[in-house]
């Protein structure tokens, strides 16, 4: 990389990165090392990301503290104690706090500003952004770092702007401790969010209505604090622990087991899940017989075997039955982990509205009318959801050669070269972009900074300042997409998954809207293009 290569004025910076959430704080730790000058804008008044905005009651971590934290610093490793086995939000925060102090972070990050627009410019080779606060930025390269679920969505509800009381999306939470004690609580939405709220809301509200559009199975969560013992035994494991999610298909540690669920007899098979049922984390949905998400018998099985649970653990045979999904088998969405969920339902204050009987008619000053009543509420909170994957990127005006708009390159539905690269946008590259590789978000995000920081280090030992994809390598990458899609029973179901947001234009069928094989298939594809010298894509 050359600070001036073509004689006009130089950037301002070698790399502008957007949010100071987990990719792009460990992006711009990248980015320094390699001696490039970096200068990072987040929206929130502080670091985390995910972790900064989801400040909601009961937020927390579904895969185990100890395989969620950045593993590239075994520094870091052995100096932070996380507490508990599923680290609720406001430790999760603290620990991005950790991180940007510890390795002097927060000195290139602006905070409290947004990314309007970004422009590419041919004649200088570099992206222009214009910020919220009317100044304009130039680098040599932009990374977007900005998350999948970072846009939450509010429902299209008449009167939804007139509720008088208190009301807020989960992932807008105020940043002052809310009270629900001698309140009426509305709760909207019973995703992997509604869940962890309603458990924790249901505990000192006067009375919480949860209104239920889709039930959505959930599993328990079974956390437990860390003992000093288990502290010792995990600091002295990492590698070990960190070798495991590399060679698991999601980056977690529950590893598949190999039988087929048809093929062991049902006593086995039910033992199997009994004890799956009692452990920690996602044991049951990625720690499973190997082919309950692609065969239809054998996740009608687990289905059953939840449902079952379902049942024995709600009182009300009616409410029980609304809780459990038809209209998809067991983990084919988000499992949500729960701790005492289904028992909430057994509490005097707390009330389910099924939404498919009375749909919610509209929003007034007093509360919510569905089904022809009334009720009034003194909070309501929507947990509704993200416009996932691409939001971030629709929500900001991104133009690359000859003034193309990404937003009209995806109208079709996002395509890009491994989540990373898009054909058009040269020195555009994405952290964990739409087409890549999620599971255990922090493992995908190590490894994408990681290949996005070898691709800038081999630009800058090749003195090259421009790489662009050719539209053939997304073509190639976006096949990749479609083969890995095939038989996934979760690719046959509604959910941000599969691009459906009721809450968003346009997002009302099912699309391709993610990778969904596996993250050594995901690694070591994008390797090869590493290790063959980046020869997919074209430099200057
Ligand atoms: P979500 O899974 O998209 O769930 C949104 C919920 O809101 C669904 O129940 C949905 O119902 C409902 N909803 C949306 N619009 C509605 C409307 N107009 N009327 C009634 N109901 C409506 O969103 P989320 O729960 O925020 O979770 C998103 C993702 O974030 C998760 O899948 C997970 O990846 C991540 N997450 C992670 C953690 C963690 O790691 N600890 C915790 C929370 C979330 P329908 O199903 O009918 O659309």
Not at 177 to 189: D, L, Q, T
């Amino acid at each position: 990389m050359q600070a001036d290569p073509i004689g006009g004025a130089a950037p301002d910076f070698d790399v502008l990165i957007i949010g100071a959430g987990l990719s792009g704080l460990y992006q711009l730790y990248r980015v320094r090392e390699l001696g490039l000058s970096a200068h990072v804008i987040e929206a929130g008044s502080d670091v985390g990301g995910t972790w900064y905005w989801n400040r909601y009651p009961g937020a927390r971590f579904d895969s185990e503290s100890w395989t969620y934290g950045f593993s590239f610093s075994p520094e870091l490793l052995q100096e932070w104690n996380w507490t508990e086995h599923f680290s609720p939000q406001p430790e999760n925060l603290r620990y991005c706090r950790f991180v940007a102090d510890k390795f002097d972070l927060r000195r290139d990050i602006a905070f409290g500003r947004r990314v309007t627009r970004a422009d590419w410019d041919e004649a200088s080779r570099s992206w222009r952004l214009s910020i919220d606060d009317g100044r304009t930025l130039t680098a040599r390269f932009l990374i977007t770092a900005m998350g999948a679920l970072s846009v939450p969505t509010l429902p299209r509800i008449a009167g939804i702007d007139s509720f008088a009381g208190q009301s807020c999306h989960t992932a807008n939470w105020p940043h002052e401790p809310v009270s629900f004690e001698g309140k009426r609580v509305a709760v909207i939405g019973t995703g992997a969010t509604g869940v962890q709220t309603i458990q924790e809301v249901a505990k000192t509200a006067a009375h919480l209505t949860v209104f239920q559009r889709t039930p959505n199975w959930c599993a328990p969560l079974h956390n437990a604090l860390i003992t000093d013992a288990e502290q010792r035994d995990i600091k002295s494991r990492y590698a070990e622990i960190y070798q495991q999610c590399r060679e698991n298909v999601s980056g977690f540690i529950h590893q598949p087991d190999p039988r087929s669920a048809l093929e062991v007899s049902a006593q086995e098979r039910e033992a199997f899940w009994e004890k799956r049922y009692g452990e920690p984390g996602f044991g049951i949905w990625v720690g499973n017989f190997r082919d309950i998400l692609t065969d239809r018998s054998a996740n009608a099985l687990i289905s059953d075997f939840i449902a079952r649970k379902i049942r024995s653990r709600v009182k009300d045979p009616v409410t029980a039955e609304k809780l459990i999904p038809k209209n998809h088998g067991f983990g084919t969405r988000r499992l949500p982990l729960e701790t005492r969920y289904y028992e909430v339902y057994n509490q005097p204050n707390v009330e389910l509205v099924d939404l498919t009987e009375t749909p919610i008619e509209s929003i007034t000053p007093a509360g919510i009318r569905c089904g022809g009543r009334e009720q009034a509420f003194d909070m309501i909170i929507f947990a509704t959801g993200f416009d996932a994957l691409t939001g971030a990127y629709d929500a900001m005006d991104i133009r690359g050669t000859g003034g193309r708009s990404l937003k009209d390159q995806w109208a079709q539905g996002a395509r890009t070269f491994y989540g990373i690269l898009n054909d058009g946008f040269p020195n555009l590259l994405m952290v964990m972009g739409p087409m890549g590789s999620l599971g255990n978000i922090p493992r995908a995000i190590e490894y994408n900074v990681e290949w996005v920081s070898g691709l800038l280090r081999h630009m800058r030992d090749h003195q090259r300042d421009r790489v662009e994809v050719p539209r053939a390598g997304v073509d190639a990458w976006m096949e990749v997409v479609r083969k890995a899609s095939v038989g996934l029973l979760s690719n046959e179901v509604n959910s941000w998954m599969t691009g459906v947001n009721s809450n968003v234009a346009g997002r009302t069928t099912r699309v391709l809207a993610r990778y969904s094989g596996t993250g050594p298939e995901y690694r070591s594809r994008a390797d090869a293009v590493a290790a063959g010298g980046y020869a997919d894509l074209a430099f200057d």
